[in-house]
């Protein structure tokens, strides 16, 4: 791929030969193993990348630090690359929008943008507003319409699954690519979704949850990790350096890669 714009392209394929397997990454370095391991596209993962730039995760980052992380990235891989943006780093739909176009001139190919808001989510139009900016700001990427009903436990359990699909009929109509659907990997569920979403449907695994190729049997043509990568590196940094102040001594970091294979990969 040559160009930002045959990578953008080459992303909404990818959505239509499921399922599209991305193991987050927060970082250049972490994007290039993700990529040298196989993945045919590189995903961040918005928690990772504010923790990397010294801020916590839920819209607290700054919109200039995570924009020129994505640069960062888009110029390191050669696959494409997809944002995770939060709400979108602005307080309302124009600022929205001026994300999306300084997301999608740093070289993004897809980003998501969450429903999700305080301890809630946001009303359905209002999100519906934000999408159609986002897509006004980016008219090529893929935009991923997260919705947050399941992950923060939203009304009553029996009502979550069509609260999920209304919304995203309303996202959809908006401009939204995809739909993300985290908190859910039952496969029964999944598969309800997959049935009943017109477009592809991003699911949210890791430890506990069905492999990705059952996840993928039953509908989801996207799947992510989110944090999953960054915290089990950062688990590994903990054990380290506790190791080495108390004991004295090297156990915990003796599985690392070697400097010369990371640094081949820059």
Do not use: C
Request: hydrophobic share 45%.
């Amino acid at each position: 791929m040559t160009s930002s714009t045959d990578r953008t392209q080459h992303f909404h394929t990818l959505h239509q030969q499921p399922p599209l397997v991305l193991p987050n990454a927060w970082d250049v370095a972490s994007a290039l193993i993700v990529e040298a391991a196989g993945a045919r596209a590189v995903a961040t993962t918005s928690a990772g990348v504010a923790w990397s730039l010294g801020a916590p995760d839920g819209d607290r980052l700054d919109r200039d630090l995570a924009v020129g992380l994505v640069a960062r990235i888009a110029r390191a891989v050669k696959v494409p690359v997809t944002a995770d943006i939060e709400a979108g780093f602005g307080a309302n739909a124009d600022e929205v929008r001026q994300t999306l176009e300084a997301v999608a001139a740093a070289g993004a190919s897809g980003v998501n943008i969450e429903d999700g808001h305080g301890g809630s989510v946001r009303e359905v139009a209002e999100q519906s507003e934000r999408l159609r900016a986002a897509r006004e700001g980016a008219p090529e990427i893929y935009l991923n319409a997260r919705i947050d009903v399941y992950l923060r436990g939203v009304g009553d359990p029996a009502g979550r699954l069509d609260e999920t699909l209304k919304r995203a009929e309303a996202y959809l109509a908006a401009g939204a690519s995809g739909i993300f659907v985290p908190g859910v990997t039952d496969l029964a569920t999944v598969a309800e979704l997959a049935k009943n979403v017109p477009a592809p449907l991003n699911v949210l695994a890791g430890p506990g949850a069905p492999t990705t190729a059952e996840l993928g049997q039953a509908g989801a043509a996207r799947i992510s990790v989110g944090t999953a990568l960054a915290s089990a590196a950062y688990a590994v940094v903990k054990r380290a350096a506790e190791e080495i102040l108390s004991a004295g001594t090297y156990e915990s970091t003796k599985d690392g890669l070697g400097y010369g294979e990371l640094n081949e990969l820059f």
